[in-house]
């Protein structure tokens, strides 16, 4: 078993930034690829960032490309830096951990066995 629990949420104006940290515990956090995860009101959950076991993979849709940053460090935490956020970034943050070995970063919802309560991110124009 693996507990996730995010932090760092909260209500930003556009073109702000927040930081995103989600601590694992339990299960080996060395083992799992990790990854964001993000629902708005009344949209399906959706894939925003991942990073493989080692850190040397990493993906990001194309909506946070080149504005938001994974990453992931030796004490059981993954962060997510995000800059110029805008309004339509508004939505519950999750961290999810995929405990499999696989290659590269997995993208769907379905590939990930853990998951954290969400942290709201509200982005105001």
């Known amino acids: 078993q693996m507990r996730l629990v995010e932090s760092g949420g909260g209500l930003v104006q556009a073109g702000g930034s927040l930081r995103l940290s989600c601590a694992a515990s339990?299960?080996?956090?060395?083992?799992?690829?990790m990854a964001w995860f993000r629902q708005a009101p009344g949209k399906e959950r959706e894939f925003v960032a991942g990073i493989s076991r080692s850190g040397g993979s990493i993906g990001y849709s194309d909506s946070v490309k080149g504005r938001f940053t994974i990453s992931r460090d030796n004490a059981k935490n993954t962060s997510l830096q995000m800059n110029s956020l805008k309004p339509e970034d508004t939505a519950v943050y999750s961290c999810?951990?995929?405990?499999?070995?696989?290659?590269?970063?997995?993208?769907?919802?379905?590939?990930?066995?853990?998951w954290g309560q969400g942290t709201q991110v509200t982005v105001s124009s």
């Open positions: 999810a951990a995929d405990p499999d070995v696989r290659a590269g970063v997995r993208r769907r919802v379905s590939d990930y066995t853990y």
């Open positions: 339990g299960r080996t956090f060395g083992s799992a690829a």
